[in-house]
């Protein structure tokens, strides 16, 4: 039987190259995004392996149910990959704005501890796996970067989470990609690092045997 993945933040960019990926490995994948228009074509181009599901990662009820549908479709969850985040367009603390903060804060921590309350539940039945998509920034210091402390909140949580996973054969693994060619920036990046990258680096932590706990995966350009 084939294995179960959700993925937040699935519409561009490293969701949806995790989640062709994830397919082309033979997994199911619940693709979880708001823009439905983008995440209904993604499906389209997996095939009948994927569930496109429009939900807003910092509320609770639709993230719920999306869960929930999910796990009726495909009987299970075996892995819930938390991609979804943003940042800000005024750097700095001085000059920035606290309703982009305030939007940030909910969809990079907020959203990002939903996916794991909600998901534990079916993780418990699967000794699942939570993967979550953290950042250069939540390892370095950043002149004033809001962004940068939420990922910061992102790593510490997700050892955290893996320490409590680990109590009943479920883990956690913290993505930390450096620079990647999407959407994030104005301008595109074709020497740095590929969403591609990335869904390899996906894989490859939820492909280990259940005697190794992969807790991160640090990735940085090659250029």
Not at 9 to 18: F, Y
Not at 205 to 214: E, H, N, Y
């Amino acid at each position: 039987m084939a294995k179960t993945l959700v993925i937040t933040g699935a519409s561009s960019g490293i969701g949806a190259a995790t989640a062709k990926a994830a397919a082309s490995a033979g997994w199911n994948v619940a693709l979880l995004a708001r823009s439905q228009d983008k995440i209904e074509e993604l499906a389209r181009t997996i095939g009948d392996t994927a569930l496109p599901i429009t939900c807003d990662v910092t509320n609770l009820d639709e993230l719920e149910k999306a869960l929930s549908t999910t796990a009726e479709r495909f009987g299970g969850i075996d892995a819930l990959y938390a991609n979804a985040g943003m940042g800000v367009e005024k750097a700095g603390v001085e000059n920035g704005d606290p309703q982009q903060w305030h939007d940030m804060i909910h969809v990079n921590i907020l959203g990002v501890l939903y996916a794991a309350k909600l998901a534990i539940p079916y993780l418990k039945k699967t000794k699942g796996h939570f993967v979550v998509t953290g950042s250069k920034a939540g390892r370095d210091t950043f002149k004033g970067s809001v962004y940068s402390a939420t990922k910061h909140f992102v790593h510490g949580f997700g050892e955290n989470l893996a320490e409590e996973m680990r109590e009943w054969g479920g883990r956690a693994t913290v993505i930390a990609p450096g620079m990647v060619d999407t959407a994030f920036f104005d301008e595109p990046k074709p020497t740095k690092i590929q969403p591609e990258d990335v869904a390899n680096a996906v894989l490859f932590a939820l492909g280990q045997p259940k005697t190794a706990s992969v807790r991160e995966i640090y990735i940085m350009p090659n250029d």
